[in-house]
């Protein structure tokens, strides 16, 4: 309603336009010619087509033709036409007042389609920008429904997303400004892509309904909202996918690895024990005694298996809290070579380590167990009879540098940087027995001391560097073995 009376005002300011002019050119007829007049009264024509569009400019042309005729042409006050070459005029004025109207109303609609679309195109352009900067699916939702609201000046919004692709229903809405219980929506758009209905925006914005060109900018609104959510739900069921990937063939490495690593100790195992157990045999003392020996070493070995296991379950967890006290790192080197003596017998070991060596703040197991990998390492990959040297440095006022080196082969440079990855080998599985987690677990446990390490080959040797902090809750333990800040 308040639409057509709109409608309906604007012709009337046309008529009353017309007679505006009209009034001052009736006291001034017998000294204007009717030509000037005629000129005159395409005034208002022009200010009625550009002022409120094409219907009220022809209004304003069709009054000024009849006044013209009815004050201005003789015979006057009446619509007779006493002269020929008047009739002419009045039929010129009233074409050129059309053809005039036409024209600005023409370009005045031209105008105000490009600036729509000049609008329409700003208002993409900032959804499209907002949409490139969001993560998520309901982030996705809250930037449409925000630009919705916004360009379409939405008092409540509402935009509902249907379970698809794996993923969950939901629904965002803006605050409401002023929404009666159970009133219903001004408009519903809604959200579509080639696999089906996905959900809708829901738009209240008063009494006024929307427009030809909003309802299609909303539309636009609409494909561009849902093409995102679409695109964003398969990008998250393609991570899904390859997380699933990547779990079943870390899943397949560890249970190869971890079967074929628990096979071998447990056959050495249960041959030894069911030797012993066998009456048919006389052992003497020492055959018993070696059997013994190597059920501890095998016992040794899968004790280490598990631990590993342990360990890597803990940092892929973020579990992994180093309980740290003052410790000397040759106590922690020589417990190592302890517990590693059968795997090293056919190797030489040379430590060099400066007597003067600070104490390190460090969880004593948790650096051993590094250094058993890394020895359990160097005897996998160098021959027996060669060396392996553990040597330490005090780098700076805050490190200490620890390297392990081997005469194993050295390795590739593309295998440097990913020999720390979980179940990476160098080498054929079947070459080299092992789980591959050994040195992921040191490069873990090394970094949960805020530590690194990294590996490289050197001069006919394959090294292992460690970096250990020296200070630890703001201090640190001098070369005299004097507590200093």
């Known amino acids: 309603m308040r639409s057509i009376f709109s409608q309906v005002r604007f012709y009337l300011y046309a008529i009353l336009t017309t007679s ?39 209004v304003a042309g069709f009054a000024a033709f009849l006044t013209y005729n009815y004050f201005f042409l003789p015979p006057y006050n009446t619509l007779i036409v006493g002269h020929p070459q008047d009739i002419l005029s009045l039929v010129v004025f009233f ?29 993409l352009y900032e959804l499209s920008v907002a949409l490139a900067g969001a993560n998520g699916l309901e982030a996705i939702a809250r930037v449409v429904l925000n630009q919705a609201t916004d360009a379409f000046c939405a008092t409540f919004a509402v935009i509902q997303v249907q379970a698809f692709s794996g993923g969950e229903a ?16 001004t408009v519903v758009s809604p959200l579509q892509t080639a696999r089906g209905l996905i959900g809708e925006i829901r738009l209240w914005r ?56 628990l096979r071998t100790p447990l056959a050495t195992i249960k041959a030894s024990v ?23 070493e095998e016992t040794d070995d899968l004790n280490r298996l598990v631990g590993n296991l342990l360990d890597m379950s803990r940092i892929e967890a973020g579990a992994l809290q180093p309980a740290r006290q003052w410790n000397e790192l040759e106590e922690i080197i020589d417990g190592a070579l302890k517990r590693m003596r059968h795997a090293i017998e056919g190797y030489q070991i040379e430590l060099d380590l400066p007597d003067n060596l600070p104490l390190i703040p460090v969880d004593f197991m948790e650096i051993q167990r590094v250094f058993v990998n890394l020895l359990s390492n160097s005897t996998k990959y160098a021959s027996p009879g060669t060396m392996i040297q553990i040597k330490a440095r005090v780098r700076d006022p805050e490190w200490v540098w620890v390297q392990v080196t081997n005469q194993g082969p050295p390795v590739a440079s593309e295998h440097l940087d990913h020999i720390f990855e979980k179940f990476y080998r160098v080498t054929n599985a079947d070459e080299i027995t092992g789980t591959g987690l050994g040195l992921s677990i040191c490069k873990g446990i090394i970094e949960a001391h805020s530590g690194c390490i990294w590996a490289e080959n050197l001069t006919d040797r394959f090294a292992f560097s460690i970096l250990l902090p020296r200070i630890w809750e703001g201090k640190s333990i001098s070369m005299a073995g004097v507590e200093a800040t």
């Not at 000294?31 to 569009?53: D, E, K, R």
């Not at 959510?229 to 490495?253: I, M």
Request: no cysteine.
């Open 274 to 296: 069911t030797s012993l157990l066998s009456g048919e045999v006389d052992w003497d003392s020492q055959s018993r005694q070696d059997l013994l020996e190597t059920v501890d």
């Open 95 to 123: 074409g050129v007042a059309i053809l005039t109207s036409q024209l600005v109303g023409r370009a005045k609609q031209n105008l105000t389609a490009a600036m729509e679309r000049e609008r329409e195109l700003a208002r």
């Open 206 to 261: 008063g009494e006024v309904p929307l427009t030809p060109s909003e309802a299609k900018l909303l539309q636009t609104f609409a494909t561009q909202g849902a093409l995102a959510l679409e695109r964003e739900a398969l990008l998250q069921a393609e991570t899904r996918a390859k997380v699933l990937e990547e779990s079943d063939r870390l899943k397949s490495a560890l249970l190869s690895s971890v079967s074929h690593e």
């Open 170 to 185: 939901f629904e965002v809405w803006s605050e409401p400004l002023d929404l009666s219980p159970g009133r219903l929506p």
């Open 20 to 58: 505006m002019v009209t009034i001052p050119l009736y006291f001034l007829r017998g000294y204007l010619n009717t030509s000037t007049i005629a000129l005159i009264y395409l005034l208002p024509v022009l200010l009625s087509t550009t002022s409120w569009g094409l219907g009220p400019g022809l």
